[in-house]
T-cell receptor, first 115, second 114 residues
Framework: EAQVTQNPRYLITVTGKKLTVTCSQN?????MSWYRQDPGLGLRQIYY???????DKGDVPEGYKVSRKEKRNFPLILESPSPNQTSLYFC??????????????FGSGTQLSVL | LAKTTQPISMDSYEGQEVNITCSHN???????ITWYQQFPSQGPRFIIQ?????VTNEVASLFIPADRKSSTLSLPRVSLSDTAVYYC???????????????WGLGTSLGVNP
């Protein structure tokens, strides 16, 4: 089954404790992206990657890092989480820009709470 | 910079047709329009995508006028299970490569009543 898998689904942590949210897709997509979703603000892009070893900032990259060492994986790293990073996070992948349907596939989300 | 604007919320009744309009006044020639549906505690799910005129699939229709400054998602005969948030998205090609800028609306919360 074609899917984007995020882990964990829920995470509670404390300020300053490094964490990683994993994302994996099995559709051989070149494009992957991270979003955060906050009430009243919709979906805001954090980082995206057009292919392996190619990453770029989205609209709200401050406080986040990503890496794309393999095509299927795109982890989101919070080196020193702060309470304002409490949010619902989504990973997405797509064959964007390859001439096929420009359709995003989303994971189920990670609800992060930073105390 | 392009911006998409859509109503915050709408209400309807089962069996009715629902039309949600998104405004994207600064849409560029090569931009395309996509709509997503999101249920609580789930990621958005693709509904329909188009460039101009009308596109129809098994769940919805997308109407795009000639000037492309707006688009309308049409859901025929909605049911309670169509209660969700609907997002309008404009996709913009940034350069000669495959890079894209995705411009999201803030979403329309659709409530379907019995």
């Amino acid at each position: 089954e074609a899917q984007v898998t995020q882990n964990p689904r829920y995470l509670i942590t404390v300020t300053g404790k490094k964490l990683t949210v994993t994302c994996s897709q099995n559709m051989n997509h070149e494009y992957m992206s991270w979003y955060r979703q906050d009430p009243g603000l919709g979906l805001r892009q954090i980082y995206y990657s057009m292919n392996v070893e190619v990453t770029d900032k989205g609209d709200v990259p401050e406080g986040y890092k990503v890496s794309r060492k393999e095509k299927r994986n795109f982890p989101l790293i919070l080196e020193s989480p702060s309470p304002n990073q409490t949010s619902l996070y989504f990973c997405a992948s797509s064959s964007l820009g390859t001439g096929k349907d420009e359709k995003l596939f989303f994971g189920s989300g990670t609800q992060l709470s930073v105390l | 910079l392009a911006k998409t604007t859509q109503p915050i919320s709408m209400d309807s009744y089962e069996g009715q047709e629902v039309n949600i309009t998104c405004s994207h006044n600064n849409i560029a020639t090569n931009d395309y329009i996509t709509w997503y549906q999101q249920f609580p505690s789930q990621g958005p799910r693709f509904i329909i995508q188009g460039y101009k005129t009308k596109v129809t699939n098994e769940v919805a229709s997308l109407f795009i006028p000639a000037d492309r400054k707006s688009s309308t998602l049409s859901l025929p005969r909605v049911s309670l299970s169509d209660t969700a948030v609907y997002y309008c998205l404009v996709g913009r090609k940034l350069n000669a490569g495959n890079n894209r800028k995705l411009i999201w609306g803030l979403g329309t919360s659709l409530g379907v009543n019995p």
